[in-house]
Nanobody
Framework: QVQLVESGGGLVQAGGSLRLSCAAS????????MGWFRRAPGKEREFVAS????????YYTDSVQGRFTIARDNDKNTMYLQMTSLKPEDTALYSC?????????????????WGQGTQVTVSS
């Protein structure tokens, strides 16, 4: 089992940047594929990005491709999401998740553990 805690959210103007972090407890972080998801008000949770256990495979949803970068540091038990060129439509609660599945899953149903989330608000 792993516990996840997100940080780094906040209020930023359009065009700005933020870096989210996801700190994991325990020694097994490196055995999980990891992902970032977000939920905007009144909308379903959606996939943002995912990364495989060693970081060699990454996937992004089309709307963030080229603006967001997912990374992980297995020695620090931490995953990151660097967000640049932020847009008002990026406003959401961002959550990290851990998966026992192989590769870098993009489906919410493939994830086994979830953090509470960190709010990102982008003003226009």
């Amino acid at each position: 089992q792993v516990q996840l805690v997100e940080s780094g959210g906040g209020l930023v103007q359009a065009g700005g940047s933020l870096r989210l972090s996801c700190a994991a407890s325990g020694r097994t972080f490196r055995t999980y594929a990891m992902g970032w998801f977000r939920r905007a008000p009144g909308k379903e949770r959606e996939f943002v990005a995912s990364i495989s256990r060693r970081g060699g495979i990454t996937y992004y949803t089309d709307s963030v491709q080229g603006r967001f970068t997912i990374a992980r540091d297995n020695d620090k038990n931490t995953m990151y999401l660097q967000m640049t060129s932020l847009k008002p439509e990026d406003t959401a609660l961002y959550s990290c998740a851990a998966s026992n599945a192989a590769a870098a899953p993009v489906s919410v149903t493939r994830y086994d553990y979830w953090g509470q989330g960190t709010q990102v608000t982008v003003s226009s």
